[in-house]
């Protein structure tokens, strides 16, 4: 469990915000966090894959590489 000590004006936000939704001011905390995560999370690796890309760890395939490998060319 995490407890968190937000500032007056989130709160009162956070508040109005279930009021008008009629959803819990914990079920808008838990998905935003959710959502920032999954963010954090997608830009680290799109980091990563640069990182491997630059040294030479991975390397790129262009789309006809891919389409022709799966039976999708014309």
């Known amino acids: 469990m995490l407890a968190l000590d937000l500032p007056p004006e989130i709160e009162r936000r956070l508040d109005a915000l279930a009021r008008r939704t009629g ?8 998905e ?3 959502d920032h995560l999954d963010e954090i999370e ?4 799109a980091e990563s894959r640069v990182a491997a890309l630059k040294s030479g760890e991975s390397r790129t395939v ?4 891919v389409m022709d ?6």
């Open 23 to 30: 959803r819990s001011a914990y079920d808008h905390v838990r």
């Open 32 to 34: 935003a966090i959710q």
């Open 42 to 45: 997608d830009v680290e690796l």
């Open 62 to 65: 262009t789309l006809q590489a």
């Open 69 to 74: 490998r799966h039976g999708l060319s014309d």
